[in-house]
Structures are given as structure tokens and as C-alpha cells.
């Protein structure tokens, strides 16, 4: 394959002439570099080297003017908006920012077009004013004031364009305009030169008019990258641009149009592959790099239509990849430091003088606040959880970190953050310091480089114009500014597999082309409305619409096919959101227009997914596991460990073999365990001084009144120094209060009834030794007893449960079912309680149960064993019930201590929790 490159090189150094006297114009500064490559490649002669620009750059020449950034030119905007006293209702910098830009955007397409500014600006405001002409009716205030501003648009660009010229310095538009006026000037200055364009397509009028003066002066020859399939079609919008400037220019009235190739034409391979997602995009691409021999891999190109896969693209590159160019530099923004301090400016933006735990955590343990902050990190989170703080100031943190740290607490979280010029100032401290610390990090070198230039840019236009009076607006800013700038990569530009955006692609060729994202709305962009110029008002202009934007990525993606012999076209055929994932009308082009040397195929890419089945865990028993259970059968087995074991036998390994607890969390929001907790001490402390005591209404009546007093304290003991008096905290907090009150209210009806009750025990530990012929070691069963009193000469056991529970929970027909299912854990916890006091309660009528704060109607909620499920059944508690409990209970017993059963996980329903 001869690249297009190649072949213009080819003529220019036949012609044998001096190069140091040849201007090269390009349209990127990659292409630039590709032909400085091809120049020395095929030049066998010392010579100095031309001039060899990007458009952008030979513009910039022309006019003496530099291009300021999109920030420069905001501030510029907006000090011009303040001058203007036509304008009397100003906006505050961060209002006008959020449409200034394409205003700018505009002003430089009027400018680029080379477009008469005043008429223009007269005919816009004549069309403001028409759409807001009503018969009959005077113009509002706020009519008035929009209409002014349209009115004044003339001014204000006037206004703005002087500003920036004076510092030498406009918008892009602007800048191609005085070239275009400089042209007389340049081509006097520049007639010794020689001029060549290369690879140029879609004109503005101000590069139509540089172009058409230096052709014109002689000694200048454009080289247009034209194909004559596409040109011989008239409708065909690949050569839309070409053909007009072939048929309209005077000077290819009488000067060949160079040049006219049939490129296309000749056979190719190219396949369309449909894949899932962006993932599977990215999969395939690492399928077809598999497949390019090493040697081959310098003439492959793979363009992402999408650059945002660039990081998962260079993830998934596969081993035989081993150099790679990466024309596309990686976005600031991705970058983990930037997240870093997107996180400081979320702890400011609201100007709030104490900071929410999680984002306060989140800034401390990521990777740049772990360098930072090495100890004092981990006493800051310990003080969260043990105070189980979600609201944090600046003082609590001061006051943990250690002293050589304290001073980066005051840089990150003290209140004068809130003013935009301390905020600047300490971000800028924090870069200096961590560049001091990450000397051995090259990357983050590099990017901390980047933010400090960021910052310092920020700090100056602050400082000049004084016109970021939030964090908001700082953010916003901030989020522009590494939006657009990037980490270029570094490597050798000539070798290795090309990983470059379309634009990138412009006047090179490559034999091999994986295109990635050929979806509509991408390729070509959709149609965007972020422009105040109206469409009609743009064709009486002759300014681009959005279907001469749409020919300009067509004839991009037309003439990266040129040469090619290998095309893999991928398309996103996922559906999400507002992504519809549609193949692009140019991939049914290929299909249905292709020339007929041209091998088409359509391909849907499958990965092969294999879905692991989960094997569930088996744990043996080994010696030390016996003799920890031993040891745990000694201490005696609790109720909720012996209904662990039932629900999965690995959690019971786990959390009573191995001793691993919970993962301690900070309770934002109050758990039902927190409230059952609560609840349980509230009425152990208000029932404790009443204990072997008759109960009486007054005595009732008096407990109550201490209830809400109690609840509070019992807050403040369990759930610390967490806010419980506003949100769902406060509801769930009154909550509390009325489970107590509605129990004692219960509680004065029954003795109103003329029943008595009599307290005995109150969160007791009780004990049993419990004999297993079977095992030769002792075993006991524990656990605590929540309140023992009589009712009516009746010895209740009873458990309270915050939760709901229903009568059918307690119910049991079967014993044989009892340790067989965990939703008769209920029941085995009251029963292991009944069970744990036999001995001290022998000889009277026992009953044991719960009595459930979300079911209170219900009262007391005996244990009930039935010999049907329509049977009335007993509630009372006798030995022959204890003892069918014992025997169930014996051989979970059992089974746990074999050491021939292993702990065997369970599947567990999806929806299954404790």
C-alpha cells in the first residue's frame, strides 16, 4: 500500500527544489508528524528541514494572533458584558457562564465565515424581536430586558474583540478573520515561499480565502485527498466539500484539481461486527488484535470513535501487543488525583461549617488523603465509628490528628474554604506537599504538574478579575479546565499498533483499520442545538448546518477506507437510556452501496461467557475446630448460635468457630437491632426497681411518666452521639417512645382486669448443663431471659421483640421439624429459655413466649405445640414437652460436635435475611 503521504512526497521531491523554502500546511499536528517521517524517509539528500505546520498554527502565523483557551476567553466575555451599560440587568459570572459559551461558539463561526458582524447582529435582533411581538399587549420587564441584551449583542462583541486583541490574544474565529485580512500583507512578505496544503476537505470562508489568495499569487499547490467513486456521485456527501470547490474554484478552470485517486474502488475486506455493549466492543477488539502478526501490527490503526474507551480499550489489550502509540491524550479529569480534589471541593460547595461523615472518610482514605493524612487517617475513623458520628467539624478533626498532620487538616476542612481565594490557596499547598511526597510515582508526578497549572491558572484569572465569588462557580471552572486538558502519552509516534480519535486520523492511510463505535449519534454526531443562530438565519448566511457537520464525518470515514485492504467496522447494538444503540447510517452505506470488489460481511460478536456455578463451601472438622467447639459447648451454646447453625452451618463456623464479627459501620439511620436494644433497656431500667413487686396501676402510671426520659437516655448510651431530632432518626426515636408507652398501657388494662403480675427476673443470664450420653465433654446452654414474672399464679417466660410476630410463629405441630428449618428459630429460642429456667420454676404451670411491640393486640404469644394445624393445641409447659425439646435439641448438639460432619453451606434464597 502507497499512503497518500507517500505519493505527494514522492512528486514534491521530484521535482528536485529546495525544501528549506517549502511552507507545509496540514490539518493536525499529527499529520504534521507523519510527514516530517515521510520527508526523511524518502529524501536522499541533506537539506534544512521545511516549515511544517497545522492549519491552526500557520493561521495563528498570519495574523499574529494566538488562540486564547475557552477559560481566557470566558473571563475576557464577561468583563466585556460588565462595560456594557445597555445591558442594565447584569448576571452573576456563574448565570452567564452557563450560556456564554455558546455565544463564543457562535462568535467564532460568524467570524470563521468571514460574516458582516453588524448586519448580522441587526438581522439576529430583528428575529428576537418579531418572536416576541404580540398585538395589542406592551412588553414586560423581563421581554424588555431579553430583547436588550440581543440588541446590545453588536456592542458587546465589538467590546470583547477589542479586550482580546489588545493582549494579543482572541477566539479561534477571530483569529482566522485577521488572517484572512492579513493576506495582502503575508503573501508581499512570504512570495519567496512556496505553500503546500495538504489533505484538506471542508473549508471556512477565511481558509477558502487564504487558500484561493496564495494560489493565486503563484507558487502554491493544494493537494485535496479526493476519490472518484464518491466524486462521480453527486449525492454522495463524502465528496460534498470536493466537488464544490472543483467546480466553483477559478482556478480549476485552468489548473488540474490534484488529486482524484480510485483507491476505493479496489477490493477490501471489510467486516461489520454487531457487539453488546461497550464491553463487548472492547472484547472483540481484543479478538481481532490477537489475530495481527507483530509485523503487521505498524500498519493497524485502531480509531475509537468513542475516546471515552480509551482506558478500557488499554485494559483489554492483548499479550501480543507490545508497543503501543496513543495519539489521544488521557482526559485530566480521569485522573484519581483529580477525583482527589473534585471530593475537597464537595465538602465546600454548600458553605457549611461541619461535613458529612462519608465524605469526610471518602477525602481522608483516598489514595492522595492516605499519603496525607498516614496516621491520623485511621484516629479519624476510629472516632467516627466509636462516637458513630455522621456530622463532623473541623475542631473534632483538628483534635485527632497528629500534630505533624494537623496542618493539612486546616488546608482540607477549615471554614475559610469557604472563600475562593483560600480555597485556591491551600489547594495549591496540598499540590506542593504531596509532590514532595510522591517523588517515586512518575504518573502522579505528571499529573500533579497538571493540577498545579490548573490551579495557577485559576489563581490568575482570580486574582486579575475578581469575578469567582462561590465554590460553585471554582468547581465548575475546575471541572472545565480537566475536561479539556489532558496527559499526553509518551512513545515512539512511528512504531507499534496506532490507537488514535477519527480527527487523528486526517491524511494518513493504514492497511489494517479496526473502527470502533460506528453507532448514529456518534458517528456522525448527532444533531446538536447549542447555538443561538437560527437555522434559517444560517442558510441566508451560507453557515454550516447540521448537514454539511454530518458530510464532514462521512468523508473522515470515507477516506480512512481509502487504502485500506482490512476493515473491522464495530457498532454498540445496546439499548440504554438515551443511547439507542442503532448502527450508523454510514455502515448501511457500506452495505448497500459498496462497489462490488468490495468483500462485505456482517458478523455478530458472542463472546463466550461461562457463568461459574457456585460451589458451595465444605468445611471439615479438624482437631482445633473440635476443640473450639468443645471449648464453645463448655461456655455454654446460645439460642441464636444453635439457630445459626440451623439457617447455614458455615455462617455458624464463621462467626463462632473463627470469631469474626460484623464489620463495625457507622448507623446513619437507627437499625431494628439498635431499637430492639433500646427498647430491651428502657424497660430493664424502669421495671428494675419494681421486681418481686405487685403491680399497680399507680405504679404503671408512674413508670410511664419516666418513659420518655428513659428512651432518651438509652439513645444517647446505644446509638451515641448519632442525630436523632431530625428524619427518619426522629421518627424512629418516637417510635421507641410509644412501643414503651403502648406496653404499659397494655400492661395498666390487664391489672384494671383485676389480673396480678408480679416481676420476678429481669434480663437474666440463665444456665443449663444439658447431658449428652452421646458426647464426653460437658455442654451448656445460655443465653438472657428479657423478664420471668406471674400472671394470675402462672409463670410466664417471655422474650420482647421489636419486630412483628405472629402467633402461627410459635405454633408447632411436629417436633421432627424443629431443627430442620430456620423459621422455627422462634420457637427454639423460647423453648431453650423454658428449658433454662425448668429447675427453678419446677412444679408450677409454665408458659413461654413473646410479646411483639408491632403486635401488642395480641398480648402475651404463648409457645403452642398442636397436634394439627386446625387444633386448639397446649400452651402450657410440661416435662414431657421439655423433654421431646431435649431429644431435637440433643442431636443438633450432635451433629455439630461430629467431627464426620463437615460445616456444609447452604444455598440460601435471595431474599433470605436474619
Not at 525544501?19 to 517521517?37: D, E, G, N
Not at 492483548?318 to 491524550?329: F, Y
Not at 393486640?857 to 387444633?871: A, Q, V, Y
Request: net charge negative; with cysteine.
Amino acid at each position: 500500500m502507497i499512503t497518500y503521504l507517500e505519493e505527494i512526497v514522492s512528486e514534491i521531491l521530484s521535482a528536485q527544489e529546495d525544501l528549506q523554502s517549502y511552507i507545509f500546511v496540514l490539518p493536525s499536528r499529527r499529520a504534521c508528524t507523519f510527514l516530517k517521517k515521510e520527508l526523511i524517509s524518502q529524501n536522499k539528500t541533506t537539506q534544512f528541514s521545511p516549515q511544517i505546520l497545522s492549519i491552526e498554527a500557520f493561521i495563528e502565523t498570519i495574523s499574529d494572533l494566538k488562540i486564547a483557551s475557552s477559560i481566557e476567553l470566558l473571563f475576557e466575555f464577561y468583563d466585556a458584558y460588565l462595560k456594557i451599560e445597555s445591558i442594565k440587568e447584569k448576571e452573576s459570572f456563574e448565570s452567564f457562564s452557563s450560556w456564554a459559551s455558546v455565544v463564543l461558539d457562535d462568535f467564532n463561526e460568524i467570524d470563521r465565515n468571514l460574516i458582516d458582524r453588524n448586519k448580522f447582529f441587526n438581522y439576529l435582533s430583528d428575529i428576537q424581536e418579531m418572536e416576541h411581538w404580540y398585538v395589542n399587549e406592551q412588553q414586560t420587564p423581563l421581554i424588555q430586558n431579553y430583547l436588550s441584551f440581543w440588541n446590545s449583542l453588536s456592542e458587546l462583541y465589538f467590546e470583547f474583540t477589542k479586550n482580546t486583541y489588545q493582549n494579543g490574544k482572541a477566539h479561534q474565529g477571530y483569529v482566522y478573520r485577521q488572517a484572512a485580512k492579513n493576506m495582502e500583507y503575508y503573501c508581499d512578505a512570504q512570495k519567496h515561499k512556496k505553500h503546500v496544503f495538504i489533505g484538506f476537505n471542508a473549508l471556512n470562508k477565511a481558509e477558502e480565502i487564504i487558500i484561493k489568495e496564495l494560489l493565486e499569487a503563484g507558487n502554491t499547490e493544494v493537494f485535496w485527498d479526493a476519490d472518484g467513486y464518491f466524486m462521480d456521485k453527486s449525492y454522495h456527501s463524502a465528496s460534498l466539500f470536493l466537488r464544490e470547490i472543483k467546480n466553483t474554484w477559478k482556478y480549476y478552470k485552468t489548473n488540474t484539481f490534484k488529486y482524484i485517486s480510485n483507491h476505493y474502488s479496489q477490493p477490501k475486506n471489510i467486516n461489520i461486527t454487531q457487539c453488546s455493549g461497550n464491553i463487548g466492543q472492547v472484547k472483540c477488539v481484543s479478538k481481532l488484535l490477537e489475530s495481527i502478526p507483530v509485523d503487521d501490527l505498524e500498519k493497524t490503526a485502531l480509531v475509537l470513535a468513542d475516546e471515552t474507551l480509551l482506558l478500557p480499550v488499554l485494559n483489554s489489550l492483548p499479550q501480543n501487543i507490545k508497543t503501543v502509540n496513543i495519539t489521544m491524550g488521557f482526559p485530566l479529569k480521569s485522573m484519581p488525583a483529580t477525583s482527589f480534589f473534585e471530593l475537597f471541593f464537595k465538602l465546600h460547595k454548600d458553605n457549611q461549617s461541619v461535613f458529612y461523615y462519608k465524605e469526610t472518610l471518602q477525602l481522608i482514605n483516598h489514595p492522595l488523603g492516605r499519603l496525607l493524612f498516614p496516621e491520623s487517617s485511621i484516629k479519624i475513623e476510629q472516632m467516627v465509628l466509636q462516637r458513630n458520628l455522621t456530622i463532623i467539624s473541623y475542631e473534632m478533626l483538628k483534635s485527632v490528628a497528629i500534630t505533624e498532620e494537623s496542618e493539612y487538616v486546616e488546608w482540607l476542612f477549615s471554614s475559610s474554604n469557604q472563600q475562593v481565594s483560600t480555597l485556591i490557596k491551600n489547594a495549591k499547598n496540598l499540590l506542593l506537599r504531596l509532590k514532595e511526597i510522591a517523588e517515586q510515582n512518575p504518573i502522579l508526578l505528571e499529573t500533579l504538574y497538571k493540577l498545579h497549572e490548573v490551579w495557577n491558572k485559576l489563581y490568575t484569572l482570580n486574582e486579575r478579575y475578581n469575578f469567582i465569588k462561590t465554590t460553585n462557580t471554582l468547581y465548575s471552572l475546575f471541572f472545565e479546565i480537566t475536561s479539556i486538558t489532558s496527559l499526553d502519552f509518551r512513545g515512539e509516534p512511528y512504531k507499534g499498533l496506532q490507537i488514535m480519535g477519527l480527527l487523528e486520523t486526517r491524511s494518513l492511510d493504514f492497511d489494517k483499520i479496526i473502527l470502533v463505535s460506528v453507532n448514529e449519534g456518534i458517528l456522525p454526531a448527532g444533531k446538536s442545538n447549542k447555538s443561538f443562530i437560527t437555522y434559517d438565519l444560517k442558510k441566508e448566511y451560507q453557515l454550516p448546518t447540521q448537514t454539511e457537520k454530518d458530510a464532514v464525518y462521512t468523508y473522515h470515514f470515507y477516506s480512512l477506507l481509502h487504502r485500506a485492504s482490512s476493515v473491522d467496522l464495530l457498532y454498540n447494538s445496546h439499548t440504554s437510556g438515551i443511547q439507542a444503540g442503532e448502527k450508523s447510517r454510514l455502515l448501511l452505506q457500506i452495505i448497500h452501496e459498496s462497489p462490488v470488489t468490495h468483500h462485505v460481511t456482517e458478523n455478530v460478536f458472542s463472546p463466550n461467557i461461562s457463568v461459574p456455578k457456585k460451589e458451595l463451601k465444605e468445611v471439615k472438622k479438624t482437631p482445633q475446630v473440635i476443640n473450639k467447639i468443645k471449648e464453645l459447648a463448655g461456655y455454654g451454646f446460645s439460642p441464636s448460635a444453635l439457630t445459626t447453625y440451623i439457617r447455614n452451618p458455615i455462617d455458624f463456623y464463621n462467626r463462632y468457630i473463627l470469631d469474626i464479627k460484623e464489620l463495625d459501620e457507622i448507623e446513619e439511620t437507627i437499625a431494628a437491632n439498635t431499637l430492639g436494644t433500646i427498647v430491651h433497656d428502657t424497660l430493664q431500667h424502669l421495671f428494675v426497681p419494681y421486681i418481686n413487686t405487685i403491680l399497680t396501676s399507680d405504679i404503671l402510671k408512674l413508670i410511664a411518666s419516666r418513659v420518655d426520659t428513659m428512651v432518651s437516655q438509652q439513645f444517647e448510651k446505644t446509638y451515641k452521639e448519632g442525630n436523632i431530632k431530625t428524619g427518619k432518626n426522629h421518627i424512629i426515636f418516637e417510635i421507641a417512645k410509644r412501643y414503651v408507652h403502648s406496653f404499659l398501657k397494655q400492661e395498666i388494662n390487664l391489672i384494671e382486669k383485676d389480673n396480678k403480675i408480679i416481676i420476678t427476673q429481669i434480663e437474666s443470664l440463665m444456665e443449663v448443663q444439658l447431658h449428652i450420653p452421646e458426647l464426653d465433654f460437658p455442654v451448656k446452654l445460655r443465653g438472657m431471659v428479657d423478664r420471668i414474672d406471674t400472671f394470675n399464679e402462672i409463670t410466664r417466660i417471655i422474650d420482647y421483640k421489636t419486630g412483628r410476630v405472629t402467633q402461627s410463629d410459635l405454633n408447632l405441630i411436629d417436633w421432627e421439624e424443629l431443627i430442620t428449618d430456620y423459621k422455627h428459630s422462634k420457637k427454639i429460642q423460647v423453648l431453650t429459655y423454658a428449658l433454662m429456667t425448668s429447675n427453678s420454676i419446677q412444679n408450677k404451670m409454665t408458659k413461654v413466649g413473646i410479646i411483639s411491640f408491632k403486635n401488642l393486640n395480641e398480648g402475651f404469644l404463648p409457645f403452642t405445640k398442636k397436634e394439627s394445624p386446625r387444633g386448639k393445641g397446649e400452651s402450657s409447659i410440661s416435662p414431657e414437652m421439655l423433654s421431646s425439646f431435649k431429644e431435637q435439641l440433643s442431636n443438633l448438639i450432635i451433629e455439630i460436635c461430629n467431627p464426620e460432619i463437615p460445616f456444609t453451606e447452604k444455598e440460601l434464597p435471595k431474599n433470605d435475611y436474619y
